[in-house]
């Protein structure tokens, strides 16, 4: 199947009554899935992916599944690689006083421009964690360098060598609004963004002193909030992605958190959100 035409079938909610047989028993005779496969989808946390499916196959496989009352979208991957790209920001800070609360926004490129508390529709929290390792000579005369965890084995196996490993894990909070120019990401990354008070300058950033999201939650009140990055299973292709770019994919990436930003608004939108 084109990469582009790839549809990736998810599962909002099944309907209360379903049982786990009855869950199968529809993925088996509206999806096309072999027994086994159906039964470990039909576990995972919902909303979540049950299999990447042929685009040309999706109105069929959403009519069959919508007629055994099982709430369901199939998002293409043409879809997801066209949400607007989240801005590079280095910087939001809240004009004193406003109300609905105002914001500025510093992008790295580019003129600050600002927007109201009541644009944000979304935001959807989730998190990077970066591992690095570096492989270490046990000879005092030996190389030392850094590998990815990928070639950790190769290096050690070649014997007089130990590993050092580094994690970092950063906060990401994406900002999900409605202008007048259609839909806007504004990407806040861990400490490297800057939450403040306009004007300000002398007090630190707000993500310094509390919890991000329940900061962000409380300045936007109107916002659905979605917590759920963690239990998100990145689809087969998503991962071979990542896989291919180096290093763990298991690891939360940001080609991670890309997906499933854009994948939450598109089901929040099909859902009439």
Not at 21 to 38: P, T
Not at 73 to 98: H, K, T, W
Not at 222 to 228: G, H, P, S
């Amino acid at each position: 199947m084109s990469p582009e035409l790839r549809a990736f079938l998810t599962v909002i909610s099944w309907p209360t009554h379903f049982t786990e047989n009855e869950r199968v028993r529809a993925l088996v005779e509206c999806v096309g899935m072999d027994a086994y496969q159906a039964k470990l989808a039909s576990r995972r946390n919902t909303p979540g992916i049950m299999r990447e499916i042929d685009a040309q196959f999706r109105a069929p496989v959403l009519a069959a599944l919508h007629a055994r009352g099982v709430l369901s979208i199939a998002p293409i991957q043409l879809e997801i690689d066209s949400y607007p790209e989240s801005d590079a920001v280095e910087s939001i800070e809240q004009f004193p006083g406003a109300n609905p609360p105002r914001f500025v926004v510093a992008p790295r490129l580019g003129e600050p421009w600002s927007f109201t508390s009541n644009q944000v529709w979304l935001v959807v929290s989730g998190r990077l964690r970066t591992t690095d390792v570096e492989i270490k000579s046990t000879d005092p005369g030996g190389l030392k360098f850094k590998s990815a965890q990928s070639e950790i084995f190769r290096h050690m196996t070649e014997g007089g060598a130990y590993a050092n490993r580094k994690t970092k894990v950063r906060a990401v909070i994406d900002l999900h609004l409605r202008s007048d120019h259609g839909p806007r990401l504004v990407r806040l990354i861990g400490p490297s963004t800057r939450i403040g008070i306009v004007g300000d300058t002398n007090r630190p950033s707000l993500l310094d002193q509390t919890n991000p999201i329940d900061l962000i939650e409380a300045l936007m009140p109107k916002a659905r909030i979605d917590r759920e990055f963690l239990d998100f299973d990145p689809p087969p292709s998503l991962r071979k992605k990542a896989s291919r770019l180096g290093g763990d994919s298991n690891i939360e990436k940001l080609e991670f958190v890309s997906f499933y930003s854009a994948w939450v608004a598109l089901i929040r939108e099909a859902m009439g959100d």
